[in-house]
T-cell receptor, first 111, second 112 residues
Framework: SQQGEEDPQALSIQEGENATMNCSYK?????LQWYRQNSGRGLVHLIL?????REKHSGRLRVTLDTSKKSSSLLITASRAADTASYFC???????????FGKGTTLSVSS | SQTIHQWPATLVQPVGSPLSLECTVE??????LYWYRQAAGRGLQLLFY??????ISSEVPQNLSASRPQDRQFILSSKKLLLSDSGFYLC???????????FGQGTRLTVV
């Protein structure tokens, strides 16, 4: 069953603009992760934020986590055409043995 | 460093034919292994995971099965494919509490 749900489903922006994607989840978590998938390829891990963290940065990526609202956001600043991809949030299942993914946000960055 | 190999990249199979997709991991021991399926334009559905040799957990009832004959080998199988088995199959390792998952490049399966 789906744990995380991303919003919006699709996002189109111009190069240089910021892109914000949101993720909501249903149950308590140990951490929340964000992944990127280029079309027709496997997923690549971007960033992990633990349940006791509120914000984390990695290069042009900024992730926030609000456990009271069961939500997270991924901000990509100064986007580039190469950022065009699908982005997924993921959380552990209750047993902590597997990652459960949302349906993803498809980001298109035009030059 | 750890690497994960998944093959083939694409596969076209007739309805009713058998299926065997293989995934191997290098550079780590006793990994947790996973099979996911992704329908066109959709998210990832967890199919199976394994925490050790011969230990398989199934997340959803379906026409597929998985086996782990060796520590770093994970196989997805079907005796008779259905049209609904078409999709993008991804193998991954890792992904327990507070760790990231590493994905293979996927197999695009089309059942015709």
């Amino acid at each position: 069953s789906q744990q995380g749900e991303e919003d919006p489903q699709a996002l189109s922006i111009q190069e240089g603009e910021n892109a914000t994607m949101n993720c909501s989840y249903k149950t308590s978590i140990n951490n929340l992760q964000w992944y990127r998938q280029n079309s027709g390829r496997g997923l690549v891990h971007l960033i992990l934020i633990r349940s006791n963290e509120r914000e984390k940065h990695s290069g042009r990526l900024r992730v926030t986590l609000d456990t009271s609202k069961k939500s997270s956001s991924l901000l990509i600043t100064a986007s580039r055409a190469a950022d065009t991809a699908s982005y997924f949030c993921a959380t552990n299942n209750q047993a902590g043995t597997a990652l459960i993914f949302g349906k993803g946000t498809t980001l298109s960055v035009s030059s | 460093s750890q690497t994960i190999h998944q093959w083939p990249a694409t596969l076209v199979q007739p309805v009713g034919s058998p299926l065997s997709l293989e995934c191997t991991v290098e550079g780590t021991s006793n990994p947790n292994l996973y099979w996911y399926r992704q329908a066109a334009g959709r998210g990832l559905q967890l199919l199976f995971y394994s925490v050790g040799i011969g230990q398989i957990s199934s997340e959803v009832p379906q026409n597929l099965s998985a086996s782990r004959p060796q520590d770093r080998q994970f196989i997805l199988s079907s005796k008779k494919l259905l049209l609904s088995d078409s999709g993008f199959y991804l193998c991954a390792w890792g992904g327990t509490v507070n760790t990231e998952a590493f994905f293979g490049q996927g197999t695009r399966l089309t059942v015709v």
